[in-house]
T-cell receptor
């Protein structure tokens, strides 16, 4: 069955380290999104991509980067992790045409000490 | 003003009752509307979407859209304890590609 996976599911790192969170989908969706979810803020969009080699900044993109070299993957990199980036991160994907329904991965809980 | 607003709750209803969850949005150009359910510690999962004014029913769930009032709601009939979760409203503004704007969610608690 087609699915969307994230790894790792849990990560503890130290301030200043570079961290990469993986997202992989097998639906062949063109659109992929990264969100963070914090108490009191709901889901906030970090970066998104509408296809290979396309990346765009969301509302909370500072300190994060993404790259899209194939349809299936959109890794999220924290260049220099900060305690403020402790959060739960969700990846989602959707078709480029049709309903815009986004399907979410299981999430990664990141703790920056 | 937030683009998509929901009461954070918690909304508490007895088992078997109708739960009514509400969402307002600010952009009149919004074209599609989604309800997601999120259990604690889990990822959001789609319940239903609606595009046109009026009601859309799927099992115990009914989505209602009123574009003139910029209001979308979700009714859950015969609420069950398993419906206890946070319900997220999301809106596609129509000129933003596939991006969705999410509300903060309403926590629903169904008491046996």
């Amino acid at each position: 069955d087609a699915e969307i996976t994230q790894s790792p599911r849990h990560k503890i790192t130290e301030t200043g380290r570079q961290v990469t969170l993986a997202c992989h989908q097998t639906w062949n969706h063109n659109n992929m999104f990264w969100y963070r979810q914090d108490l009191g803020h709901g889901l906030r969009l970090i970066h998104y991509s509408y296809g290979v080699q396309d990346t765009n900044k969301g509302e909370v993109s500072d300190g994060y980067s993404v790259s899209r070299s194939n349809t299936e993957d959109l890794p999220l990199t924290l260049e220099s992790a900060a305690s403020s980036q402790t959060s739960v991160y969700f990846c989602a994907s959707s078709e480029s045409v049709g309903t815009d329904t986004q399907y979410f991965g299981p999430g990664t809980r990141l703790t920056v000490l | 003003q937030k683009e998509v607003e929901q009461n954070s709750g918690p909304l508490s209803v007895p088992e078997g009752a109708i739960a009514s969850l509400n969402c307002t949005y600010s952009d009149r150009g919004s074209q599609s509307f989604f309800w997601y359910r999120q259990y604690s510690g889990k990822s959001p999962e789609l319940i239903m979407f609606i595009y046109s004014n009026g009601d859309k029913e799927d099992g115990r769930f009914t989505a209602q859209l009123n574009k003139a009032s910029q209001y979308v709601s979700l009714l859950i009939r015969d609420s069950q304890p398993s419906d206890s979760a946070t319900y997220l409203c999301a809106v596609n503004r129509g000129n933003q590609g596939g991006k969705l704007i999410f509300g903060q969610g309403t926590e629903l608690s169904v008491k046996p």
